[in-house]
């Protein structure tokens, strides 16, 4: 079953701008990673945050986590198409091994 | 080094038929995860194999679905009777440490695409 939802479902902005995706989850958290996918085939890790963490910086990429609000949004800073992509955050629980994964966010970076 | 590969890439079958998806996983990952990713259902997890183990076979939706992993390394999906409702792209991950660690990035690979017909 879900964890959670992301928003939005859909994303379009320009090459050069920002993206702000944001990922809600249901239950207490040991870690959330978010996934990049590609043409609904596999999935690229991107970036983990742990549950005593609340910001993390990886290149282009900064996420928060609020685990008062079950939340965490990923940006992307100065986006390319080639970021165009499907977004998806994905949660474990303590002493758990299964990712449970959002919805996802469709991302599209125009030239 | 080599990543997660599962093959075939593509499977078109025919209702009632069996089929078997095939993961390598990453040289020396213990943990092995098979997830499946359909339109109604988002990324549903399936399975998960510590060594050659299932500790937890929740995630299978019926039991014409199953799993098998041998020396510790490659692991097979086997659906029996498919369906269409079985149409989807069936993901594989590894990992490194099983859910003892904190730590547990899972690497997918490029995913078996079934289409039941």
């Known amino acids: 079953s879900q964890q959670g939802e992301e928003d939005p479902q859909a994303l379009s902005i320009q090459e050069g701008e920002n993206a702000t995706m944001n990922c809600s989850y249901k239950t207490s958290i040991n870690n959330l990673q978010w996934y990049r996918q590609n043409s609904g085939r596999g999935l690229v890790h991107l970036i983990l945050i742990r549950s005593n963490e609340r910001e993390k910086h990886s290149g282009r990429l900064r996420v928060t986590l609020d685990t008062s609000k079950k939340s965490s949004s990923l940006l992307i800073t100065a986006s390319r198409a080639a970021d165009t992509a499907s977004y998806f955050c994905a949660t474990t629980g303590a002493g758990s091994y299964q990712l449970t994964f959002g919805k996802g966010t469709k991302l599209s970076v125009i030239p | 080094g080599a990543g997660v590969s599962q093959s075939p890439s593509n499977k078109v079958t025919e209702k009632g038929k069996d089929v078997e998806l095939r993961c390598d996983p990453i040289?020396?990952?213990?943990?092995l995860y098979w997830y499946r990713q359909s339109l109604g259902q988002g990324l549903e997890f399936l399975i998960y194999?510590?060594?050659?183990?299932?500790?937890?076979k929740s995630g299978l939706p019926s039991d014409r679905f199953s799993a098998e992993r041998t020396g510790g390394s490659v692991s097979t999906l086997t659906i029996q009777r498919t369906q269409q409702e079985d149409s989807a792209v069936y993901l594989c991950?590894?990992?490194?440490?099983?859910?003892?660690?904190?730590?547990?990035?899972?690497?997918f690979g490029p995913g078996t695409r079934l289409t039941v017909l």
């Open positions: 040289s020396g990952h213990t943990a």
């Open positions: 991950a590894s990992s490194l440490k099983d859910h003892g660690s904190s730590y547990n990035e899972q690497f």
């Open positions: 194999f510590q060594g050659n183990s299932a500790p937890d």
